[in-house]
């Protein structure tokens, strides 16, 4: 199940790193074929950076898209790039930052694992 979908963005420059999954502070998917998570901003902003805490075990595989449509959950949205995997299972939260090659207007922000069965 999705696991509060509210902590997605805390808003928090300094949100701790290092939890486990099961720490109960950060949102997750569902265990699923190609997982997705769409941030709303309320907004459109010009985006040349993402930066996100993601755990090392689910980090594989990521796409983050951004732009303004909600068509196919967000995901026909430019992709700015994958945040990368240093190969590690261990299950800690670290910062991923992902750069755009160029700056994008967008009022959402996907993040979708290529994965058959995993969670994001």
Do not use: E
Not at 3 to 16: C, H, Q
Not at 72 to 101: E, F, Q
Request: proline share 5%; charged share 15%.
């Amino acid at each position: 199940s999705l696991r509060l979908p509210s902590l997605a963005i805390d808003g928090s420059p300094t949100t701790v790193t290092g939890q486990s999954l099961n720490s109960g502070r950060c949102a997750s998917t569902s265990k699923s074929t190609n997982p997705w998570l769409r941030i709303d901003l309320k907004a459109a902003y010009l985006v040349s950076r993402v930066r996100a805490i993601i755990y090392n075990a689910s980090g594989q595989n990521v796409n983050v898209h951004v732009g303004n449509s909600v068509m196919n959950n967000g995901l026909y949205n430019h992709k700015c790039g994958s945040p990368p995997y240093d190969g590690s299972t261990n299950r800690k939260a670290i910062w991923r930052d992902v750069s755009c090659s160029c700056p994008v207007w967008g009022k959402y922000i996907v993040f979708q694992r290529i994965v058959t069965n995993g969670f994001l």
